[in-house]
């Protein structure tokens, strides 16, 4: 299995600003920058009960949720509140997810903080959640806010990063070098997710502004690396050619590097997105090209203080970004 998650590098934040620096092990961090994070509550929540906070995954098998675990209590601990974490047993564990919620309203927590699996079916359940007086923060995967209206329920505060243009930047760096004829192919997430259908669209159109690039196929490998290495397999079968796989996420991405290397097909580019401590392993080693840390500690942070200030009556903002970084082996610049 994969090792514990790497510890994560962390940007400066810069309003609209680009960052490159350069660790000992001459690793790259170029930072996308994007709105502040928000900082702590100034004030404590209007009682003295010890506020109850659920912190909601999709589940521990990839270690970006390790790293938004370990985020989260740290808050718990700075915040004096009580965290409770709940995960579904796979990524695609959708109904499993709606009864850990239902679960949740049916114990009275005060605050949910949810990173869905799926942009959707989710949102009949925090409605109820909604109803039952329990304060709500979306993480990592938004929900889809014309299902959130029909559903008549109000905003839900996200917090994430900007996926699409993370995608791009990653997908860019892993083509720079292409030359003319080069085909290559996506590996996606599940696609009834937004941060699938974000980083999909990212990686597609860098490679579509790449004019050696030819993009023949995309499909999905829901976000596994079991996955991620038969959908390899079943796509290099079809287009032996390829020369550049980009995947949504390391998992997949490290399911496709275990093909290649089984198969002799080395010079083969992969690139990825979380920063994973094994894909950024493979970083060192020069079989991923590039990975994007999203900084899920951060995510994992942020979420429960703004759950806090929810508690606390402050009003919170309606989106919130945390800065990415690639992570590649050499210089990088993004656009």
């Known amino acids: 299995m994969l090792s514990r998650f790497c510890k994560m590098f962390l940007a400066t934040a810069l309003l609209l600003g680009l960052l490159a620096c350069k660790d000992a092990n001459d690793l790259q961090l170029s930072s996308v920058t994007t709105a502040p994070v928000p900082v702590a509550p100034t004030k404590p929540a209007p009682d003295d009960k010890k506020k109850t906070i659920a912190l909601v995954m999709k589940t521990l098998t990839n270690p970006f949720f390790i790293a938004m675990e370990q985020g989260a209590r740290r808050a718990e601990r700075q915040l004096g509140v009580q965290l409770q974490v ?4 796979q990524e695609t564990s959708i109904e499993q997810q709606i009864q850990i919620v239902d679960d949740l309203i049916s ?11 799926d942009s959707q079916r989710l949102v009949p359940v925090l409605k109820r959640a909604a109803d039952a007086g329990i304060k709500l923060v979306n993480l990592d995967n938004r929900l889809d806010p014309q299902t959130v209206a029909q559903a008549g329920l109000a905003p ?3 917090l994430s990063v900007d996926n699409e243009k993370a995608a791009y930047a990653a997908a860019q760096w892993l083509a720079k070098e292409a030359r003319p004829g080069t085909q290559a192919i996506v590996l996606e997430g599940i696609r009834s997710a937004d941060n699938a259908r974000q980083r999909q669209q990212g990686a597609k159109r860098a490679l579509a502004d790449n004019p050696a690039v030819q993009l ?3 499909e999905s490998a829901h976000w596994k690396i079991d996955e991620g290495y038969s959908v390899t397999r079943e796509l290099l079968t079809r287009h032996p050619r390829v020369q550049l796989i980009y995947a949504a996420n390391d998992m997949m991405a490290l399911g496709a590097i275990q093909y290649l290397q089984e198969k002799g097909l080395g010079d083969v580019k992969v690139g990825g997105y979380d920063a994973i401590d094994d894909a950024v392993a493979e970083v060192r080693k ?23 200030r929810l508690l606390a009556g402050d009003k919170v903002p309606l989106v919130t970004l945390v800065d990415v970084q690639l992570v590649t082996a050499s210089t990088s610049s993004l656009p």
């Open 156 to 158: 839900i505060p996200f």
């Open 107 to 117: 114990a009275k927590v005060d605050a949910l903080v949810i990173a869905p699996g």
């Open 86 to 89: 709940k995960v579904a047993a």
């Open 216 to 218: 023949v196929a995309s």
């Open 286 to 308: 020069g079989r991923l090209s590039v990975t994007v840390d999203q900084q899920a500690a951060e995510q994992g942070f942020q979420g429960m203080m703004l759950a806090h």
